[in-house]
């Protein structure tokens, strides 16, 4: 009996070890039948509870946007009671842009779609009065780009009110609306550096291929040329130093990846590298006002990076992070004393919050949610990947895989990037509603920085030059065959989705690689190079020349362009279609939108088409964000068969 107690025991135990070991097994492998919430799609694409905040430069109150009617309105908090006061009550149109002038003043503005307008109102923060202050005509567009630190009331804006094609620079009176011109434009200059009294002694100046710095000392002494590049080198001041005349800039003169350097204003020469590195392009760089230097540079890999050149801020952040473990942190707004500082924090699945920080207590205190509906944990990491295109050429890009996945086999939304003429043309990491929205709904989400993404350096930018429908509709070709090879894609259930050359990538994609994606999604899409060039608004004829360079030329390179232009291939498309457009956006020709359509649908091609007025390319109305989203998970779903 007591042999076989103890062997029965032994066999129990025995078989508790085996069971433990196969449960353990089955919590460590991918559960592909785990079902995933759906999150609302109201939850995603809400206007955020709280965006946008800036501190009053004597550090006594706070600003920021907040919904009001479905529109984002002025709201001030007093840091002393901590109240909070609708500053503004709008239910038209939101607020496009907003600025302290000092400690109880703002100037704001609003974009007024509907007579193609822009409004500019102050904002009395003590009585919350709120007085309209300029209004531009039709067409005319404005941006403010400085307050005048030695002048409070006074205020330096652009506008191209003289002349459509170029933007001169005016000084406001924002007390009694003055408006006077400071610096003409003889039609040439596309940047302005002010210093931090408003005046302003560097500016940029470009023929669209050929690019110039010009620096003058003060007001009543002409510029003077002192470097000259091609458009391809950049060279971007930043600030003076305080140390005679010279100024920190990004550049990339005589090297590929942008540095961080110093410049002496009289002679255009460099003088000194402060920092550089040889992975990346530096993006930016923070500026202090207070201490007259650079507090750090940053850029991007796979991961926002920052090299600190200020032990103070470096503390700070330092600080920061021990507080907001796990997060992504920027100071977006300080105080004129530099002691209080506007702090946001996000990460890829977080949307983020905002924080004041004090640098005299080192309190952190709560101030926001930019989207408190959204929950973290159920939203899913977006991973940096890499690949060899076919050319051999080194391609990064991201992937957001959706939760309770296997990871292999899984229907696939590639998303090809815009590409602007700016510095920040390429996807980066960080948190994205439409990705995490269609990774929500069991799609993963594929984003590739093709050749001639920013951030790579000058080499891999200029690789993509008039190679649109060629290396670069490669480069993404190359990144789909590599997820279907490697298992990640479901070769039958892949679409592709993007807006203004992204769009275009979507549908040039679905004309010349037949096959390959079951439908396409297009946002401001680009279906003519030709009329994308010729209609081009006044405003962007400077830059005519280096879209040539970067595009191509309508009468040189007329073959090229038509040979890629969707508008011509109608005949080739042969998949679901869903297109999305707002009737005000200055790029688009709607009547050959329109036009593309009919032939699609005469060809029985499933093309859905939204055209919304009083949009421009970005949808800011909330009603209209909620149907576009609600029409792309509707379309995605009747042609990829995903079951949730």
Known sequence: MYNLTRFSFRMMLERFKLYTLILLAMA????????????????????????????????????????????????????????????????????????????????????????DQYKMFTLDVATLQVKPILTTPSKVRMRILNRNRAAPDIINIAMNQRDAA???????????????????????????????????????????????????????????KIIVNNFKTRVAPIAFTGVKNYFYALSNVNRDKTALVEINAETGNEEKVIYANDKA?????????????????????????????????????????????????????????????????????????????????????????????INPNNLCAMQPISYKASDGTLINGYLTLPQGSNKTNLPVVVMPHDWGYGPMSRNSWGYNPEVQFLANRGYAVFQVNYRGSTGYGKAFHSAGFKQIGGKIQQDITDGVNWLINNGTADPKKIAIFGGGIGGFSALYGASFHPGLYNCVIVQYGVINFFTYIKDAPPYFKPSLQMMYEMVGNPETDADQLRAVSPVFHTDKINVPVLIFQGAKDARANISELNQFVIELHKRNVPVYYFLKDNERAIFRSERNRMQMYTEIEKFLNNNMRVKQ
């Open 28 to 115: 460590l492998l991918p559960r592909c039948d785990t079902k995933v919430a759906q999150i609302p799609i109201t939850d995603f694409f809400k206007t955020p509870q709280k965006s946008f905040f800036k501190i009053s430069p004597d550090g006594k109150y706070v600003a920021y946007l907040k919904p009001y009617k479905e529109r984002q309105n002025l709201f001030i908090e007093s840091l002393d009671d901590g109240k909070e006061h609708m500053a503004t009550s709008f239910g038209d149109y939101p607020i496009r842009d907003y600025y302290w002038t000092f400690n109880d003043q703002i100037v704001f503005l609003q974009d007024q779609i509907a007579s």
């Open 166 to 224: 170029n933007f001169d620079i005016y000084r406001l009176n924002i007390k009694t609306g003055e408006l006077v011109p400071y610096l003409v434009n003889p039609g040439n200059i596309t940047e302005w550096y002010p210093d931090p009294d408003g005046s302003i002694r560097l500016v940029k100046t470009s023929d669209g291929v050929d690019e110039a710095i010009l620096y003058r000392p003060n007001d009543a002494t002409p510029f003077k």
């Open 281 to 373: 392009d530096l993006l930016g760089a923070e500026y202090s006002k207070s201490k007259r230097c650079i507090e750090f540079a940053w850029w991007e890999e796979a991961y926002p990076k920052k090299q600190f050149l200020d032990s103070g801020m470096q503390y700070i952040y330092n600080n920061l992070s021990t507080k907001l473990k796990g997060n992504e942190i920027r100071i977006v707004d300080k105080d004129s004393v530099e002691n209080k500082f506007i702090v946001n924090s996000y990460t890829d699945r977080n949307p983020g919050e905002f924080y004041l920080f004090e640098r005299s207590t080192g309190k952190l205190t709560k101030l926001g949610d930019v989207n408190p509906s």
